[in-house]
């Protein structure tokens, strides 16, 4: 069942264009990785979708058009851990849950501690003196408070050492095994292909090439579709080109 659907995405920034047309469906359950260099579009994508940035085209969540209202978007069922994570600095941890769930009836707070046992460790200790990693941690849970059906996910390991990386991925990983659709901005690409379902690589606003992970497997192909090139021989055969 089709969870997701965006249709002719653009995106604009005065006169700056960052998103062209852009096409894609997320299907419910998966997990769909948008891969590409910096300024390829992807951060862009992901606030038109969230609500963040005004758009041209068709976002369609469940069937129903997405209102250009970050609140009202999120309260539609779609969640967005922010690159850079913005967490709430002078609010403890706790305190920066509780605004993950407001509005909601249900706490979920005890599975986000279970989810991230550091949470529960420091609940008590404001968010601006957590590390890094542990703000990471605090983003992804305060976005997962919300009961999101769509979870979007935007440079969850920019700036963290690899061993951290990993231990978000194995968070993700969970997230995803709950049932959660996922949406994956990344540039860890290894790490976004071994989770992905489906990946779409962008380069300039455009997506330059779609297919299933092990269509990406060959190190050469991915280059060439990172860099907008033609696709080597034998490589990348069967994705899509746009």
């Known amino acids: 069942?089709?969870?997701?659907?965006?249709?002719?995405?653009?995106?604009?920034?005065?006169?700056?264009?960052?998103?062209?047309?852009?096409?894609?469906?997320?299907?419910?359950?998966?997990?769909?990785?948008?891969?590409?260099?910096?300024?390829?579009?992807?951060?862009?994508?992901?606030?038109?979708?969230?609500?963040?940035?005004?758009?041209?085209?068709?976002?369609?969540?469940?069937?129903?058009?997405?209102?250009?209202?970050?609140a009202r978007?999120?309260?539609?069922?779609?969640?967005?851990?922010?690159?850079g994570r913005h967490v709430f600095g002078g609010l403890t941890v706790a305190d920066n849950l509780r605004l993950g769930g407001w509005g909601k009836r249900r706490d979920r707070s005890s599975e986000i501690y279970q989810l991230f046992p550091r949470l529960a460790e420091r609940r008590r200790q404001l968010a601006g003196t957590l590390s890094g990693g542990e703000?990471?941690?605090?983003?992804?849970?305060?976005?997962?408070?919300?009961?999101?059906?769509?979870?979007l996910?935007?440079?969850?390991?920019?700036?963290?050492?690899?061993?951290?990386c990993d231990e978000i991925f194995d968070r993700i990983r969970d997230v995803s095994a709950m049932g959660s659709t996922l949406v994956?901005?990344?540039?860890?690409?290894?790490?976004?292909?071994?989770l992905a379902d489906y990946v779409l690589v962008m380069r300039g606003g455009r997506v330059i090439a779609r297919g299933i992970p092990d269509d990406f497997a060959d190190e050469e192909a991915l280059s060439a579709a990172y860099l907008g090139d033609e696709m080597p021989h034998g490589g990348l055969n069967n994705l899509e080109k746009t």
């Open 1 to 70: 069942m089709t969870l997701l659907e965006v249709r002719g995405l653009s995106v604009h920034y005065g006169a700056v264009q960052a998103v062209h047309e852009v096409d894609f469906t997320v299907e419910e359950g998966a997990v769909v990785s948008l891969l590409g260099a910096n300024g390829a579009g992807k951060t862009s994508t992901i606030k038109a979708i969230c609500g963040a940035a005004p758009y041209r085209g068709s976002i369609r969540f469940r069937g129903r058009s997405l209102p250009q209202n970050a």
């Open 73 to 83: 978007v999120r309260a539609a069922g779609v969640g967005h851990v922010p690159e």
């Open 135 to 151: 703000q990471q941690m605090l983003a992804i849970g305060r976005a997962l408070m919300g009961e999101p059906d769509l979870l």
């Open 153 to 164: 996910l935007d440079e969850p390991t920019l700036g963290l050492a690899p061993v951290l």
């Open 184 to 194: 994956l901005v990344q540039q860890h690409t290894s790490r976004a292909l071994a």
